[in-house]
């Protein structure tokens, strides 16, 4: 195996982290949604929370997207 496949085969290996990520995601937005549902009082208390969490959960996939694009052209 050649350094090019290698590299090939440890960007796609870096990128598995995006599949956590968009479960990540949808947990966070799922999980606002029913306690938005169960007591809309609570509406402008959770919502910087969820969005501080996905702000948090895409660092994640930025870095291995970075990592990934390392590997592939350095």
Known sequence: MDIEAA???????ATIALFGVGAGIGNIFSTLISTVG???SVQQ???????VGFALVEAVALY?????FL????
């Open 64 to 68: 291995a997207l970075l990592i990934a």
């Open 7 to 13: 590299r090939m085969i440890g960007a796609g290996i």
């Open 38 to 40: 169960r007591n809309p």
């Open 71 to 74: 590997i592939l052209f350095l």
């Open 45 to 51: 208390r959770v919502f910087p929370y969820a969005i």
